[in-house]
């Protein structure tokens, strides 16, 4: 599958949209395209499994057990399986969640 990522998921006024990749791309792990409006936050979650977030446009703020992190477009970061961690996107940003088995 080649795409741009980026026309894969669009904007929603005050709403995150996302749209699941692995079944097209033939992973097992998840792999997940967001698009968050400006403002709009996910709190306080965990997973079994660590993840790993690319940032492909605007600004996300990620919040990591006693760290911050304002990524940018280009941005990476992994975060381990159980820490607890909160997004908000700072602009309207676009990110990959990739699941790490």
């Known amino acids: 599958m080649l795409a741009d990522l980026l026309e894969l998921v669009r904007y929603h006024d005050d709403q995150i949209a996302s749209r699941s990749l692995h079944q097209s791309l033939g992973f097992k792990q998840s792999v997940v395209l967001y698009a968050m409006y400006q403002g709009e936050t996910i709190s306080n979650e965990s997973s079994p499994e660590g993840k790993l977030l690319l940032v492909l446009e605007g600004r996300l703020l990620v919040s990591l057990t006693n760290q911050a992190h304002d990524m940018k477009a280009g941005g990476l970061i992994s975060i381990s399986a159980h820490q607890s961690y ?16």
């Open 86 to 101: 909160h997004l908000e996107a700072a602009t309207n940003c676009k990110y990959l969640q990739i699941e790490m088995v």
